[in-house]
């Protein structure tokens, strides 16, 4: 019996199990070519790469979880960090909340082209991105801007413990994802509708306005990683980002939430999140090309895809 439970155990999670198994191999690995890796000041490195990327990769991981995609989270963290940018001087610190409510608006049209106006999530939020990249490009005019608001870097930069407070805003962010999705009814909602849409609306879920929730905390979520990016790196421009789709849902697909839609959870992003962007930071250090790293990104997600999927309840249209 106790055979039998732990192999449906571990046949249920194999997501996750692989996951944990990968990241404790990448670390070592790195570790031993380059003993910097988990030195103290490569540990700062490493948490600087995770933390914005985490709270973005939180936000998308509800999306996924209902069985949606979201192609605009990039875009929106750069619309919340250009927003800070171009804003601060005039504003101070009173740009936070302007541009986590042009974020949170951003994904509020994308949850409503897709539940209210049934537009395939891809295709809606794919759409999304051009547009929320079109007024990016035209508030900052393709230029690099620079903050030298001290009490805004210091949101990101203060070190706490000997590592920056941006790891403390993460952590804090990935607990409320997770107390949300396991402890809340909303939570248990948001399982129900990437279980089975049809039936959740039956039992009494509102699944349109439920739907549009989640792309309004996917936007949320990518203005605050914006913010937080800005605060951290001190300035930007249109380019910031490039290239981080596929290292984002390669996190959360590694993570062991399946793009089926049901299963997973933010508690278990942070495993993908470490695997992706410690591997990334890993092959930093160690002058591999930025090529190679979306190849080896890509390969992870399809790895991932393969072992999560439950094909059985997968849909053509998400």
């Not at 939180?58 to 192609?71: E, P, R």
């Not at 002058?287 to 992870?300: C, E, N, P, T």
């Amino acid at each position: 019996m106790a055979t039998s439970t732990l192999s449906r155990w571990f046949h249920g999670n194999v997501g996750m199990v692989t996951s944990v198994i990968a990241a404790i191999a990448i670390i070592a690995i790195f570790q031993i070519i380059n003993p910097f890796f988990l030195s103290p000041q490569g540990r700062v490195t490493l948490v600087y790469a995770m933390s914005y990327f985490l709270i973005v990769a939180c936000g998308l991981t509800f999306v996924i979880m209902i069985g949606s995609f979201d192609f605009s989270v990039v875009s929106m963290l750069k619309l919340g960090a250009i927003i800070c940018a171009l804003y601060i001087d005039d504003l101070g610190l009173m740009v936070i909340p302007l541009a986590l409510l042009a974020c949170t608006a951003m994904g509020f049209i994308n949850g409503l082209l897709f539940a209210k106006f049934k537009v395939p999530s891809f295709l809606a939020t794919l759409g999304m991105s051009m547009v929320i990249e079109g007024i990016a490009l035209y508030l900052s005019r393709g230029f690099l801007h620079i903050i030298s608001n001290r009490a805004f870097r210091s949101i990101a930069v203060t070190f706490i413990a000997g590592l920056p407070s941006i790891f403390y805003w993460a952590l804090a962010i990935w607990g409320v994802c997770i107390f949300i999705a396991l402890a809340t009814p909303f939570g248990r909602q948001i399982y129900a509708i990437g279980g089975n849409p049809t039936a959740a609306s039956l039992c009494g879920i509102n699944v349109v306005k439920k739907r549009i929730y989640v792309f309004m905390l996917s936007g949320f979520l990518s203005g605050l990683a914006g913010i937080l990016y800005m605060a951290q790196f001190g300035g930007g421009s249109i380019e910031m980002g490039a290239d981080m789709s596929i290292p984002l849902f390669a996190s959360v697909i590694a993570g062991g939430t399946s793009l089926a839609g049901g299963t997973g959870g933010p508690q278990r992003t942070i495993l993908g999140v470490i695997l992706i962007t410690w591997t990334q930071a890993g092959m930093s250090m160690n002058a591999i090309g930025h090529d190679i790293q979306l190849v080896v990104f890509a390969l992870i997600a399809i790895g991932m895809s393969i072992l999560t999927a439950n094909r059985k309840t997968m849909s053509i249209v998400k």
